[in-house]
C-alpha cells in the first residue's frame, strides 16, 4: 500500500505560470488552450514525482476577501481591474488566460481531481486549513512566499517553491527558511508583516526590510516582542527601528490578521480528496480532448495515474 500523501496545489499561481511561461496552443476554434495543457503537464509530473494519494487544487472563490481589504485597503488593490461600488473585485487576468479557466474546471472535474475553495476565502487560505491537522506528509505547490508560514518538519508539511519554475522547484523545509531568510518557519508570517510586500500591496513597516526583520526578530522572537521592546523605554532596540516599529502601530494592529492564512475553514477532508486512479467521467473527458486538443497532455496525466494504482498494489 501507498504511504499516504497529500498535495495542496495553489492553482491559479500554477496556471498563470502556464500561461505566461508556455507558447500559444490554439484549439480548432481558435482558442487559446496553453495554460490548460500547462497545467496538466504540471499535474502528471508532481503527481509521478511525489506519488501522493490525495490531491486538492485549491481554488480561489475569493481572490481579495473584503474582510483583508477592511483591514488594509490597499491590498491587491493594484491587480483590480476597477473598482465598482457594491460589486465584487474583478482580478486583471488576460483575455486568453480567463477564457481557459472554465475548461480548467471541466477537465479537473471529468478526471474527478478534488477542486476546493471556500466563500470569502483565497486558495492560501484553503491550503492553510487543509494542511493543518492532515494525518499526513503535505506538499503545497505553490509560487506565493507567504505560504513558508505553513512549513512545519514536525507535521511533515513542506512547500514545493515553483518561483523559478515547476522543473527546477525547491523543496522549503524549516532549514531552507532559515538560511534563506534568518527566521524560523514560524516566525514568517511576523517577517512578512515587517518587510511587507508589494505584489500583495501589502506597505510593511517604512524603512524595515529583510534584514532588519530578521534581526528584530532573531533578538525580540514575535512581532509582538519586536512591539513591545518598541514601547519599552528600557528596551535595548535601537532609537531608528524604535521609532519606525511605533509610527507603524496602526499598520501593525491589522497587519498581522491579513498576513497570515486562515488554518480553521470548515472543509471536506478525507476520501474526498483522494486522487482518482481512472478519469471519473470517461465519456465527457473524451468530448473535452476532442473540442480543445488535449490529447497528448490528457494521455500523459490518464497514464500517470494508472502508474500509481500500480505502485500502490
Known sequence: ?????????????????????????????????????????????????????????????????QWRVDLIPTYKAHRVVAEVEGAPDVEEVPDPLELQVP???EVLAAFGIAVVGATGYEADDVIGTLATGAGMPVDVVTGDRDLFQLVDDAAGVRVLYVGRGVGRHERVDEAWVVEKYGVRADQ????????????????????????????????????????????????????????????????????????????????PRGDRLALPRTPADPEGLAALVERWSLSSPVERLTGVLAGLDAAGA
Request: hydrophobic share 40%.
Open 188 to 267: 514568517y508570517a511576523d517577517f512578512a508583516t515587517l518587510r511587507g510586500d508589494a505584489s500583495d500591496g501589502l506597505p510593511g513597516v517604512k524603512g524595515v526590510g529583510d534584514k532588519t526583520a530578521a534581526s528584530l526578530l532573531q533578538k525580540y522572537g514575535d512581532l509582538a516582542g519586536v512591539r513591545a521592546a518598541a514601547e519599552d523605554p528600557t528596551s535595548d532596540l535601537g532609537p531608528g527601528p524604535r521609532l519606525k516599529i511605533k509610527e507603524a502601530a496602526p499598520y501593525l494592529e491589522v497587519a498581522p490578521a491579513v498576513v497570515a492564512v486562515a488554518r480553521d475553514i470548515d472543509l
Open 103 to 105: 475548461v480548467i474546471r
Open 1 to 65: 500500500m501507498m504511504t499516504e500523501r497529500l498535495l495542496l496545489l495553489d492553482t491559479a499561481s500554477l496556471y498563470f505560470r502556464a500561461y505566461f511561461g508556455s507558447p500559444e496552443i490554439l484549439a480548432p476554434d481558435g482558442t487559446n488552450v496553453n495554460a490548460v495543457r500547462g497545467l496538466l503537464g504540471y499535474l502528471s509530473q508532481l503527481a509521478e514525482q511525489y506519488q501522493p494519494t490525495h490531491l486538492v487544487c485549491c481554488w480561489d472563490d475569493d481572490w481579495r476577501p
